[in-house]
Every structure is written in C-alpha cells, then in structure tokens.
C-alpha cells in the first residue's frame, strides 16, 4: 500500500508536469488564450517554488489558499447557482415539453421545501411540501442516483472487458 | 586544297577524304536507299478506264518528301521490261508538249531545272543552309521546260540501264556527243526558235538512231502486237508498214488521249476531250507548221537504211488522226539539215548505219555557232554539280553505272576540249578537269542522255527539224560537246571557271570570250547564293526532298512544273508494277457502300508491315551499314505512329451538359472570393446579468440589513437527535478523526454545517485530529481549527493536531485503515515549540495506532464518491468506533443509504443549512448557519421566483404565437 501511495504521488506529479506542457505549449505557439496559460503557469511555478522552498504548510501558503483560492472557488460555486437559475428560466422560456416539466417542477419542490420561510411554516402546506421534497429526493433521487451509479458501473466492467479482450484499444492504434 | 572537317572528331582532313583519317568516321554521305513506308497514291491504285469515264483529277498535293519517294520508287522500280512503254509514254507526251508549244508562243521566261540544280549544287559546296533560287534567273522556253522534270529524266536514266547491262554496240566518240544528256537537252532548248522557221532538217542517221530506238523500246514491249514488226526488222526480216504505222498511231493516241484528258494542270485538259478533238489539235499542229507529207516508204528506208527493202506503201493517214510517221519524218529531217548529209561511222556500230560524214560535219561546227546552239541553258547543265545529277538519277543508277564503268572502261574524255577549239587552257584548270573527270562517270551520262535524247528526237520532230547548224559547225559541236560533256563529270562547282572569280579566270584563257555564248556568258553571272551544308552521312529518309527549296532541293516552282502526266505516268508504273503477275487484269474498284464501310485507315494497322520492314529495309549507318534485314534496335511497337482505333466522338447528352453545366458553375463558384457574411450581432446576456444581479443583491442584502428575517425551521431532521446523542457519547481520552474532504467551493455550506459540529467538539474538550485526501483539505481543516480553537482557546498540537494530506484514493484511505501510523508519517502543520517529532508522537494520537483507538470518526464532503470511499474502506477496520457523515444537500440523497440500512455503516449524518441551523440552535449558538439562513431564504426565493417567470415567459409566447396563428 505504500507503494500504492507512492505510485499515487508520482501520478500526481505527471499530471501536474503534463499541466504544465499543455499550457507551455498554448504559450509558444501563441494560440487563442494564451494569456490565461502564462497566469497558470506563473502562478503554477510559484506555488511549486514556495512549496519546494517552505514547505505546504508555509504561513504565506496559508494566506494564498485563504484569501485567493477558497473565495475563487467559492465564488464559482455561487456562479454555479447564479447559472442554473438562468438555465432553468430559458428552459422553461423555450422549450415547453415534457422534460421542461418535470425538470421545473422538481425543482421548484426542492428548493420551496428547503425555503426557510416554509420550513418555519407550521402550515400544513409547509408540511405537505417538505415531506414531497424529501420523498422526490429520497427516493427519486436516490434511485437516479443509484441507477447512474450501476449503470456507471457496468459500463466500467464493459470497457474493462473490451480492453482485456483486446477489442478496445484506447492508447493503441 | 579544300579541308573537310570530320563531323566526329572535329579535325580537318582532304576534301576527297571519304573517312576521316583520325577517327575513322564517315565523312562522305553513305546515302543508303529506305524503302518508303508511305502508302502508294490512291490515284495511282484507280484503274484507267478510259479517258471519257476520268473525272479530272484533284490537285495532287503531296509533300516535297512523298515525290522524293515516289520518284525513289520510280527510280529503283522501273525494270528493263517497262522500258518499253516508258519510253513509248514519254514519246507521246513530248509530243503532246510539242503540240502545245505550236498553239502557244515559246516562252523565255521559264525555268530551266538544270541551271537550278547548277545553282543549287554551288550552293551545297558553299553554305550549309539552302537558298530560294529565283526562277526568273534562267530563261527557258516553255516548250523543252519539260526537259527539267526530274522526273522526266529520271525515267531516261531508268532507260539507260537495260542498254548498259545489255552491252549493245558503244558508240563512238565522234558521236558520243549525241547520246550526252546535258548538250542534247541544250540542244532541244535551242529548237524552239528554229521550229518557226518549220525547216525539217534531220539527218538520215539520226533518224535512223531515233527510229531504232524505237523499234527496240517497242520490241520489249510484249503487250503490243504491233511490236513484231520492229523486231522483224531488227532481224532483216520484211516489215509490213500498214501495221507498224496502225501500231504507232493507235498507241500514240491511246496514250495521249488518255494524258492529256487526265491533267489538272492543263488548262486544256480540265474537260474531257474525245479522240477526234486530239487528233483535231494534231491536226491543226501539222498543219500550222506546213508539215510536208512524207511517204512512208521513203522514211523507213531513211530509218534503216539498208535493212528494209521492197516495203510496201503506207497508207495516208486520215487528217484527223496523229500521224507518227509524219513526225518522224520531220524529226528525220531536221537532224539532217542540221548534221547534214553525212555518215558517222561509229553509229553502225551502236544503233545502226549512221555515215561517217556527220563527223566530219560535226568538225566543221563553229564554236559560235554551237555556242548559239546550246544557249546558256545548256552551259548551265554543264556546271550543274554532279550531286544533284546523282540525285536526281538515282544512286542505283549511278551505282550501275559506275560497275559498267569499271568493267569497260572504254570512254576516255579529252578534258582538254577548250585547247582543241583553238582556247589556251591554264594548267591549274586542266589539272581540276582530269581530276574530276576522273571521278565522273561519264557513261551514265552519255546513256542517258543518249536515250533521252533519241525518245526526245522521237517525240518532237518539229523542234528537231527547226534546228539549223551551220556548215562545218558539227565537228565543232562533237569536240565541244565532248569537252563539256567532261566537264559535267569533272568540273567542281567551286572551280574558278565557275564561281565567283569566274570573270578572272576567263580573261586568262586566251580566245575563251571569243568563243563564249550568249548563253554562257550570261550563265557566268557569280552566283552568291549560299550553299546547303551536306553532313557525312545521311540516309534517303533523311535527304532534303529536292524539289523542296526550303529543305534544300529544287524549288518549289520546279514541282508545280511538273506535268500531271509525269505523274499519271508514275501512278502507270506502279500499277504495272503492282499487276506484273496478271497485267491484264484491271484493279478492282470498291463500290461506294462498300466504300463507306472500310474501317479507318491507321498507320501501320496491317500486321504484314513489320515482315516487310524486316525485308526491305537496310541498315543505313554503323558497321552493319547496307545490309538487309537487320534487327531493328527499335521495337516497332515503340515506334511513333498514330493511335489504332480512331477516337470516338463524345456523345453529350442533354442530361449529361445540364450536369456539366452545374460543375462548371460550382467550380466558378469556388474560385469566387466569398462574401463577407454579415456581422454577427453579439447579443449582451442581459437576461445572465439580471438574473445574477437579483440573486446577489438579495443574498447580500440580508447579509448586511437582515432583511427580511425568516423564521428559524420549526422541525429539526429525524436524525439529528441520533447524531447529537453520538457526538455527546464520545469519550473524552479518545481523540476524534475528522475527515476534511470537501473542496473550498462547498466551504460555505460545508464550514456552517461542519464549523458547528467542530465548535461542539472542541467546545466539549473533544482532541481532534484531522486529515484529507485532497491536498486543500489540511488547509481548510487548519483554517477551521483555527477559527474554533481562536474561539474557545484550542491550541494546535494539544486540542488539535492536523495529519495532513493523504494521497492514493480509496487505497490510502485502506491502507490508513490498516496501519493509520504508515499511511501518514508526518503531520501538517506542526507547532514549533513541540518535542515530539511527528503528529503520531503528539499527546493527542500517541495512544492512537489503529482505527479502533479513536473515540469518533467524522466524515466532512460534500462529494458521494468520497463519502462512499469512506465508509467502504474504513467501516472493516473502524470496529466499534462510530462513523458519522456531514454532507452537503446535494449529496444527502445519495448517502442516506448508508445510514437508513439495517446495518447501517454510517452512524449519523448531518447535513443541509436548515440541520445546521438547528443544531445551532441546540447548542446554544449562533453560528454561520444562522446568519446564512436569511439570505439563504431570499436567494431560495428569488431562484423559485425567476423560474416561475420564466416558466410565466413561455407560456405567454407559446399562447401569443397561438392566438396569432388562430388569428
């Protein structure tokens, strides 16, 4: 299992040194975006250099994640939020079909059964609208989930198969 | 001496040299016949019908090249048993000629092919490129213009052969004159002036001469019965003259009516003309030139002298009818009033019984007489180069001529000519003169011009009898004619006679300008013009066409001279020579429709070609040079010839055009520059910024107003109780193992729900250690610690101790289930004032060596697959050691499996916003959960509110464009 670990680490450092290549080469060749490639690398070879240097748990390693990496990723997610809400108003702007529906009308469910100003509600309304939310996500959910999940799963077993079998050649010819 | 460079090496050599004395190459041109590959003339092919039935032919127009061949064909074709009629042909159509020269004025402004050739052979030795002879240089009358065609003559020197190889009686070089091509063509040049004056003045033994000349040409001639009578007489047998003159007469008339009906040449002739309009124009032709009738009898005894007797009279011929008797009559006359009455004794031993006084008569001549006689024509002959007299005769003839040369050696020509008639002669020119007459056949010409001339005398009695000698001229004529007739064999066309310095050399001999012609001297103009180059080698194929000016031979006026007769009488040769198995045999005529159903003519599209090469064709160059039947060192079938199926035409359907069409237009199309498509309108997102700009204000605003302010959730989760039971029953020795798995992005949620729990624990004394298998996890869980234990007086090391990262997935997470101690050797962020080494030595874990040890398990992600990698892995080493989840919302669903099973393997699970709130609540705090919960709730209700417009949005446009198409 060490080795495992140790296998894991260096897996770690080949894709950060191909992350590193891809963008060094959208730098030469100066392809469209580039300039995005020359921060990442930048800021990929200061990292590594602190890192190297100091040590991860450096304080000015601490002050980078604290105030550049955890808002940019917090941040994200709230725009993860800010789009789905657009998504879900042109879906139901455009497209009036079935799958429209049922997409607005799930979530609508879930998010007024997770509304604080029903859930403070005693109404039975409230009530009857938090236990449809749990059971649309208890059990809808769980069971598209799971389905996603074992057909995920024997899609795996297949393409493992078909490589063993020599049928799939991924890296080949 | 004149140097000749090799055209292999380079180096000069003699200009006699034949090879080259240092490489050994060719210099002299080894002409070597090919068989010609062109197909015959098709005219030729058409059988002769008759002369009402010949449609008039179409302009023949053949290359310069293809009258080399045919000519060539000709040449080397004719054998001795055509000679007959060849000569027969010839008579008739000079005698057609002589007719037109009656009707029509002598013309002096003809071309004269000799003095062509003479000026073209001065121009080969000069310049290597030919030069466009002017016609109008040389004047020759219409009526003897005929003497130029090469073709014409050719035919005489074919008639030479048979007499050579037959070795009949040498005439004598007294008369040897007569027989000299070049002086009797002058001599018949000069006829024509003298044909006005309509003087018969023929000697007896000329006559004679002609006159057996015809009978032996009649003789071979087995298709006419009226030959016999020729040969009865050669054999002293009696001779009935109705039917030799009903023999001459019907087969001068076929021949000429069947000539002269079928030129395109001749005006005359482009209508068909019957039999009585010829003889008509013969007719008219006697009677013009108040031609005296001569009694037969009289002229076979002139003929023949002494080998008839007792002949019987010939009948008197009709007016209508052409008379041949009557033409040799007068021919027998003319040459007797020129020569007169005198017998050359030598003739007897060649032809006949020719008396010896024409010798003496010949001695008499006057050289200015001669010199008048010849004309400047004649002169020009003389200085024609040998070259062009072989090519125009033909090398087989002039290769016949040289073996009989060589076998008989019997002509000796005095080159000293010029002192015999009184002319003081430099040595330098006598010098040139041996030498060259040395190298010349002389025989070949004087055969040939002998046999010429004799059919020509035979064929125009009227220009022969208008010639007029003077007394005692003839033994001047003999002695200069054979001098000249010397110098055609021997006098280089470069020697000083003759070119340019020619003015120079003639004032040094003495006497010349009194003696020299009208016709010489204007012939002594220096020609200028440049010379051909002549390679060493060069093969038939490749020779010039000499009747091409640009390519060297005579011009091209010389060949539209040439009669369509002269032709006709080539297409007659090779139809005898195509019928010599079954002469009697008319070719076959192909129908029309069958015609029309030949396939295509290709070249070479007969199989029998390539034996017939194999046979006939001879090596031209190298050492296998002249012999027959080589390998070709080319495959035929590499050889350039034309395709063999001919291309058909392209048949275009309508259907098949539209489609081109439409190729054609795309192609267009394509190479079109392409329209600049309109610029694309870039629509701002201002629904994205609308919509994001309401979440966020309403988000930020409870934030910093709190407003609005919702309730707190009135209903705790049904699980919540059982986690805060766990969380209540750890031990406090025991530390507590939370699991920082989730990323910053879920920090918000994940930090409200899980800092709660943490505050709890670290509230409650609880020792935490953390770890994370995502590398941002030691500094989220550092991050929290901090913040908590910032809280309630935690210190790191003591209360907490951080792991750090673990790397490997689900394996690490195993192999940390098995020996936690391996999995992680150092800790993160370790305090510095410490005296252990590594977290493991810490107060906290130091107790701590497997799963069992630790008093709690706290799983914090937000992720399914971790939680699931988890629970999986740790929950067979994990023993008694209570496992609990905080989860985000969205993961919940998926891990509350694991907790509602019989045998559950997650002992609690914390999770959403509204748990935290109210687990908060329970503690006694106010937490992040609780000051999220405001904006939570409006951010929620935005979200809700921005879908139902949405959805509010699509109905309306879905109901309007209805309304509008019910409309």
């Known amino acids: ?173 | 001496m004149d140097e000749v460079r090799c055209p292999m090496c380079s180096k000069p050599n003699p200009d006699d040299a034949e090879e080259c004395t240092f490489c050994g190459a060719r210099i002299t041109p080894l002409v070597v016949e090919q068989p010609s590959e062109e197909p015959p003339i098709e005219e030729a092919q058409e059988p002769f019908e008759s002369t009402e039935e010949v449609e008039p032919a179409e302009p023949v127009e053949e290359t310069p090249r293809s009258e080399v061949d045919w000519l060539s064909r000709m040449r080397g074709d004719i054998d001795d048993d055509d000679e007959g009629k060849q000569l027969e042909e010839e008579e008739l159509e000079a005698t057609q000629l002589i007719e037109e020269k009656a009707e029509t004025p002598p013309d002096l402004g003809k071309t004269d092919f000799l003095g062509r050739m003479k000026a073209l052979g001065i121009q080969e030795d000069e310049e290597p490129e030919p030069v466009i002879e002017e016609p109008e240089e040389l004047d020759v009358p219409e009526e003897i213009d005929f003497i130029g065609d090469e073709q014409l003559l050719e035919d005489a020197a074919e008639e030479i052969l048979p007499e050579i190889e037959t070795g009949e009686p040498d005439v004598p070089e007294e008369i040897d004159f007569l027989s000299d091509e070049q002086l009797l063509e002058d001599v018949t040049e000069e006829i024509p002036p003298e044909i006005e004056t309509g003087e018969p003045d023929v000697p007896d033994w000329l006559a004679r001469v002609r006159a057996r000349k015809l009978t032996d040409e009649l003789l071979r001639d087995e298709e006419l019965e009226e030959s016999d009578w020729l040969s009865g007489l050669r054999e002293g047998e009696e001779l009935d003259e109705d039917e030799v003159i009903e023999s001459l007469e019907s087969a001068i008339e076929d021949d000429i009516i069947s000539e002269l009906f079928d030129e395109d040449e001749l005006p005359e002739s482009a209508t068909p003309v019957s039999e009585d309009a010829v003889s008509d124009v013969i007719d008219s032709v006697e009677t013009q030139e108040d031609i005296e009738p001569v009694d037969e009898k009289e002229l076979v005894a002139e003929y023949f002298g002494e080998g008839i007797e007792d002949e019987p009279d010939v009948p008197e011929e009709g007016t209508g009818e052409f008379d041949l008797e009557e033409v040799d009559t007068l021919a027998a006359t003319t040459l007797k009033d020129l020569f007169g009455d005198v017998e050359l004794p030598s003739a007897d031993e060649a032809i006949g019984a020719i008396p010896e006084e024409v010798e003496d008569d010949l001695e008499a001549l006057e050289a200015e007489d001669i010199a008048e006689l010849l004309g400047e024509d004649l002169l020009d002959d003389l200085e024609a180069p040998t070259k062009d007299i072989v090519d125009i005769l033909g090398d087989d003839l002039v290769a016949d001529v040289e073996e009989d040369q060589v076998k008989e050696e019997e002509v000796e020509l005095d080159p000293k000519f010029l002192a015999d008639i009184g002319l003081d002669v430099p040595q330098d020119i006598e010098a040139i003169l041996d030498e060259e007459l040395a190298a010349f056949d002389a025989e070949l010409i004087d055969e040939a011009s002998g046999e010429w001339d004799e059919s020509f005398l035979a064929l125009e009695p009227e220009a022969v009898e208008s010639v007029d000698l003077a007394p005692g001229s003839d033994e001047l004529l003999r002695d200069t004619t054979l001098e000249e007739a010397d110098l055609i064999e021997s006098e280089p066309l470069d020697s000083p006679p003759f070119t340019e310095v020619e003015g120079e050399k003639r004032a040094e001999i003495p006497g010349l300008d009194a003696v020299m012609p009208d016709w010489l001297e204007e012939s002594d103009q220096p020609i200028d013009e440049e010379l051909p180059h002549v390679p060493a080698l060069i093969l038939d194929d490749e020779l010039p066409p000499i009747t091409s000016v640009g390519e060297g031979g005579i011009d091209e006026a010389t060949v539209a001279e040439i009669p369509v007769w002269l032709q006709d009488l080539r297409e007659d040769v090779d139809e005898e020579e195509e019928g010599e198995d079954v002469p009697e045999l008319a070719k076959a005529k192909l129908p029309p429709w069958l015609e029309a159903m030949r396939p295509i003519e290709t070249f070479r599209a007969k199989p029998e070609i390539e034996p017939i090469e194999e046979e006939e064709i001879v090596e031209a160059a190298g050492p296998l040079a002249g012999l027959k039947g080589v390998l070709l060192a080319e495959p035929v079938v590499a050889m350039p010839r034309s395709p063999g199926a001919a291309v058909s035409a392209l048949d275009v359907t309508e259907l098949d055009y539209s489609k081109a069409e439409i190729l054609q237009r795309m192609v267009d199309e394509e190479e079109r520059e392409e329209a600049l498509s309109p610029e694309k309108i870039t629509r701002l997102p201002i629904l994205n910024w609308i919509i994001a700009f309401l979440i966020i204000i309403v988000a930020v605003i409870p934030l910093i107003l709190g407003i609005p302010n919702f309730n707190s959730p009135t209903r705790a989760p049904r699980d919540l109780s059982q986690f805060l039971d766990l969380i209540r029953s750890i031990p406090p020795s025991e530390p507590v193992l939370v699991i920082f798995d989730y990323e910053p992005g879920f920090s918000t949620e994940m930090d409200a729900v899980a800092g709660t729990l943490v505050e709890d624990l670290v509230g409650n004394g609880q020792r935490v250690a953390t770890l994370s298998t995502r590398p941002t996890g030691p500094l989220m869980a550092d991050l929290m610690l901090r913040n908590v234990g910032s809280m309630y007086g935690a210190q790191n090391g003591i209360d907490y101790i951080h792991l750090g990262y673990l790397p490997g997935g689900p394996l690490a997470m195993s192999l940390f289930g098995v020996t936690p101690r391996e999995a992680l050797v150092n800790g993160f962020n370790m305090p510095e004032d410490i005296d252990w080494e590594t977290a493991w030595d810490s107060p906290i874990l130091q107790d701590v060596s497997q799963l069992s040890d630790l008093g709690m398990i706290v799983i914090l992600t937000a992720n399914t697959e971790t939680a699931r990698n988890w629970v999986e892995q740790l929950e067979p080493y994990a023993g008694a050691v209570p496992t609990v989840m905080v989860l985000s919302a969205g993961v919940e669903p998926l891990i509350r499996p694991y907790f509602e099973s019989e045998a559950p393997q997650i002992e609690g699970i914390l999770t959403g916003i509204p748990s935290a709130m109210i687990y908060e609540g329970v503690i006694g705090r106010m937490g992040a959960a609780t000051e999220q919960w405001n904006a939570y709730g409006t951010a929620i209700l935005v979200a809700v509110l921005i879908l139902i417009g949405g959805l509010i949005y699509g109905l309306w446009v879905w109901f309007f464009r209805t309304f509008r198409r019910s409309d």
Not at chain 1, 119 to 143: D, F, K, P, T, Y
Not at chain 1, 155 to 171: K, S
Request: a positive charge; aromatic letters at 12%.
């Open chain 1, 1 to 173: 299992m060490q080795w495992a670990g140790i296998l894991a680490a260096a897996a770690v450092f080949l894709g950060l040194y191909n992350l590193f290549l891809v963008h060094w080469n959208k730098v030469n060749d100066q392809t469209p975006g580039w300039p995005y490639s020359a921060v990442l690398i930048f800021f990929f070879l200061v990292t590594l250099a602190l890192g190297l240097i100091f040590g991860p748990d450096f304080e000015i390693m601490g002050l980078l994640f604290r105030y550049v990496q955890l808002p940019i990723e917090t941040g994200l997610m709230a725009l993860l939020a800010i789009s789905l809400v657009v998504a879900g108003f042109r879906l139901v702007a455009k497209r009036k079909d079935a799958v429209s529906i049922v997409f607005i009308v799930t979530a609508l469910l879930v998010l007024i059964g997770n509304s604080p100003w029903l859930m403070g509600s005693e109404s039975i309304i409230a009530h009857l609208l938090g236990n449809v939310r749990a059971w649309v996500a208890q059990v809808w959910s769980v069971g598209g989930a799971r389905g996603i999940l074992l057909g995920i799963a024997l899609g795996a077993v297949a393409t493992g198969l078909r490589v063993i079998l020599g049928a799939d050649r991924p890296y080949g010819d």
